[in-house]
Structures are given as structure tokens and as C-alpha cells.
């Protein structure tokens, strides 16, 4: 899973609205707000690290933490492959959360479904212009195959849902992200 993508899963889960985005040469600002409490958060991605060794360095954490102070966030995530020990260690003295590229995000099963069928329903929206609201509404499932990849994602989903099953539950959540992502360019 992409660093890109696992921003989006975050924002989702924890109910962030995207206010800003910036793209510069290696990194991806996304400004914030959330949408209970309406707090301002930076996260910041590094698509590129700065040097061959793929490891973010302190300079690029220090950066993170003026910004951070300089334009007032109520806090931020810093996004990327490899962070070296000094960097991992300066955001943590500073409240700033850290996500690399080997770390899972890991959320309650149970916050993950209502989530899902929000996105869901603005995919069905996106693409057929309704949202179904019984199942023979939906033509993406006849002849017992499937023309709609949002509809066998939404079937698996409710599989995984019953059996329990948080971990795939979160993998058909990111691909339906992925989704969004193609139906937006």
C-alpha cells in the first residue's frame, strides 16, 4: 500500500476533510481539518526521500515541526518509507505522529464498515449517478458474474465483514480509495 493511499485511509477513518493539497518535487502537503472538532492537521508525504539511502533525515522532521508551528496546525503526520532513529525520535518529543511504509494502520473492526459503505455509496454515486437502495437496483452483478469492480469489491467486503475478518475489511477499503483516486483524474 502506497503512502498516498494509506493518507487517504487515514483521513477516512478519522473523518479528516482535505481543505488543501500541495505537491512540490518530493513531498505532498494535505491540510486537514477534522470534522468533529474542526482542528487543523498537516500531513505531509515524502513521495522521495532526500538522499539514495531511501531514510527521511532529521532535517526533513525539522522542517515538519516549523511548519507545524509556524502556521499554527493542531498537529500533523509525517508520512514516508524510512525515517532515521534521530528523526523518528524528534517527532516523537514533538506529538508529531509518524507513519513509514512498513507500519499497518490498524483500526477497530467496528470502524471500519460505516466507513466503507459511506465510500461505497459515493462511488455508486460517482459512477451511476444513485446509490441502490435494494440489490436489484445495482447491474454491476448479473448472470452470476460481476461488470462492476465497486460491486464485487462491496460483496467481499461484507464477507469479510461477517467473518470478522478487520484486515481484509481494510484491503478492500484501500482499494476502493485506489478507485476514487482513478474516477477523480
Given amino acids: 500500500m502506497g503512502l498516498e493511499v494509506k493518507a487517504?485511509?487515514?483521513?477516512?477513518?478519522?473523518?479528516?476533510?482535505?481543505?488543501?493539497?500541495?505537491q512540490r518535487e518530493n513531498i505532498i502537503d494535505?491540510?486537514?481539518?477534522d470534522s468533529d472538532s474542526n482542528e487543523k492537521f498537516l500531513l505531509r508525504i515524502i513521495t522521495e526521500p532526500e538522499s539514495k539511502s531511501s531514510v527521511v533525515s532529521i532535517s526533513t522532521a525539522e522542517s515538519m515541526v516549523t511548519t507545524l508551528r509556524d502556521k499554527n496546525y493542531d498537529g500533523g503526520i509525517l508520512f514516508?518509507?524510512?525515517?532515521?532513529?534521530?528523526?523518528?525520535?524528534?517527532?516523537?518529543q514533538e506529538g508529531v505522529?509518524?507513519?513509514?511504509?512498513?507500519?499497518?494502520?490498524?483500526?477497530?473492526?467496528?470502524?471500519?464498515?460505516?466507513?466503507f459503505e459511506q465510500l461505497v455509496n459515493d462511488l455508486c454515486k460517482t459512477k451511476c449517478?444513485?446509490?441502490p437502495k435494494k440489490e436489484s437496483d445495482c447491474n454491476g452483478y448479473s448472470d452470476e458474474s460481476y461488470s462492476c469492480a465497486i460491486r464485487l469489491i462491496n460483496d467481499n467486503a461484507a464477507f469479510h465483514f461477517k467473518q470478522g475478518w478487520s484486515k481484509l475489511l481494510q484491503k478492500d477499503l484501500l482499494?476502493?480509495?485506489?478507485?476514487?483516486n482513478q474516477l477523480k483524474s
Fill in 8 to 22: 487517504e485511509l487515514l483521513m477516512v477513518l478519522e473523518g479528516y476533510r482535505c481543505v488543501k493539497r500541495k
Fill in 30 to 33: 494535505i491540510v486537514a481539518l
Fill in 80 to 92: 514516508s518509507e524510512h525515517l532515521t532513529a534521530a528523526a523518528k525520535r524528534m517527532l516523537r
Fill in 97 to 115: 505522529k509518524q507513519i513509514s511504509g512498513d507500519i499497518k494502520l490498524n483500526y477497530k473492526f467496528e470502524d471500519l464498515y460505516p466507513k
Fill in 129 to 131: 449517478g444513485k446509490i
Fill in 175 to 180: 482499494r476502493l480509495l485506489s478507485m476514487r
